[in-house]
């Protein structure tokens, strides 16, 4: 034991305190996270033109489904088989069970594309749904946007009437700092070990 004990203070004498050590310590963290913030960017671009053939063969949602810059949709109300859609030009065919009663789609693709049209397309969906369902319920649609708010909360303090509260910040703070620790801990205990089996 008191052997390890001194392998430690040495480690921590002869390398910790080096220079480069302290600096891999701040920069490895960074290195990490950035690293994966990259994968992360990079996976959402996508450079490629969407053609989504959507099927709708209950005509139900034909003029509902808007444009972007990268996602054209094109509605046909005839059946399409697989095989057909493989010789389109379309990347993306959507078909639904039954609109209205079952409102599920199946997508299908030539390509995967990334998350953030995937997100696009079933967005655009859902509101083209949510619209022909007005519709049928004979809703008004400018009065049903009227009512249909989006909820916004504030968490406050009872301990600090009138200041909002600031646990989220202070959790993402404190997140940041373990995970500083973690990696020094982390790099520190290799350099232990890597001591022990030289002794």
Avoid: C
């Avoid at 008191?2 to 290195?31: A, C, D, H, N, Y």
């Avoid at 389109?88 to 995967?112: G, H, W």
């Avoid at 969906?125 to 909820?151: F, I, P, T």
């Avoid at 703070?173 to 070990?193: A, K, S």
């Amino acid at each position: 034991m008191k052997k390890i004990l001194l392998i430690i203070k040495r480690e921590f004498i002869t390398r910790v305190r080096k220079p480069s050590f302290l600096i891999m310590t701040i920069l490895g963290p960074l290195l990490i996270a950035g690293g994966g913030m990259l994968a992360i960017y990079l996976g959402m671009q996508d450079s490629t033109d969407h053609h989504v053939l959507v099927i709708d063969r209950n005509q139900v949602i034909a003029s509902k489904l808007n444009n972007t810059d990268k996602i054209d949709f094109f509605v046909d109300h005839a059946a399409w088989s697989d095989s057909v859609f493989q010789e389109s030009p379309y990347t993306v065919m959507v078909r639904f069970t039954d609109e209205i009663t079952d409102p599920t789609a199946e997508i299908y693709y030539k390509d995967l594309p990334n998350m953030t049209v995937q997100r696009t397309i079933t967005n655009e969906l859902e509101k083209a749904m949510e619209l022909a369902k007005l519709q049928q319920e004979g809703v008004d649609e400018q009065a049903y946007r009227r009512v249909r708010k989006q909820l916004i909360t504030r968490w406050m303090d009872i301990d600090n009437t009138g200041v909002e509260s600031l646990e989220q910040e202070r959790a993402g703070i404190g997140f940041f700092f373990g995970y500083f620790m973690f990696i020094f801990i982390f790099l520190y205990g290799v350099q232990v070990m890597r001591g022990v089996m030289e002794e």
